[in-house]
């Protein structure tokens, strides 16, 4: 059974970076050929898929966050990171690591975390 | 980027139809996707490739479509599914659409 899991800090400060982690059980995040994503849901419902890190560790960013976003991993852990820095306010939302395939769709997801970015 | 437009609500009566439309901004092909959130929880998957069930997902549920024009139909209705209903295509990186809140007449 695939489960992930995400941890964080739940508040954050302006300017400050943001770090997420992503704990995965039940699969290797290095069987060929998942992607592991970061999406994130703002107060508004609005879904906004942000980048991921790939079986063999490639990476890919939501061009509109390319300048602030790093996805990383651990393999020994089986866990990987999102890091997103210099946050604002409207970077307020719940952060959602999820599974997908090629064209295929986010076939299972975290329960997600809310993070607050707020002094 | 593709942008996906979903109606913003639904209301339907226990026992009906209820059918969403999205509509992509450019041809998708088949890799649109529907997934269910209620309050709390994560996005569940319904549908894939346009009209593709999800495991376990009950047969109430369906999909059509290509392109830039898809519909998602659940028939009949039951008071477990209101929630809010997202499309979200694949074909060029990945966006969603605002979401479909379905709510009870």
């Known amino acids: 059974q695939v489960n992930l899991q995400e941890s964080g800090p739940g508040i954050v400060k302006p300017s400050q970076p943001l770090s997420v982690t992503c704990s995965v059980t039940?699969?290797?995040?290095?069987?060929?050929?998942?992607?592991w994503n970061w999406i994130r849901k703002f107060p508004g419902n609005k879904l906004e898929w942000m980048g991921y890190i790939s079986y063999d560790g490639s990476i890919y960013y939501n061009p509109s966050l390319k300048s602030r976003i790093s996805i990383t991993r651990d393999t020994s852990k089986n866990q990987f990171f999102l890091q997103l820095n210099t946050v604002t306010t409207e970077d307020t939302a719940v952060y959602y690591c999820?599974?997908?395939?090629?064209?295929?769709?986010?076939?299972?997801w975290g329960q997600g975390v809310m993070v607050t970015v707020s002094s | 980027d593709i942008v996906l437009t979903q109606s913003p609500a639904l209301a339907v009566s226990l026992g009906q139809r209820a059918t969403i439309s999205c509509r992509a901004s450019e041809s998708v092909r088949s890799s649109m996707h529907w997934y269910q959130q209620k309050s709390g929880q994560q996005p569940k998957l319904l549908i894939y490739g346009a009209s593709n069930l999800a495991s376990g997902v009950p047969a109430r549920f369906s999909g059509s479509g290509s392109g830039t024009d898809f519909t998602f139909t659940i028939d009949p209705v039951e008071a477990d599914d209101i929630a809010t209903y997202y499309c979200?295509?694949?074909?060029?990186?990945?966006?969603f659409g605002a979401g479909t809140k379905l709510e009870l007449k």
């Open positions: 999820a599974r997908h395939r090629g064209y295929n769709p986010f076939d299972y």
């Open positions: 979200q295509q694949s074909r060029n990186d990945y966006t």
């Open positions: 039940g699969y290797s995040i290095t069987t060929s050929y998942y992607y």
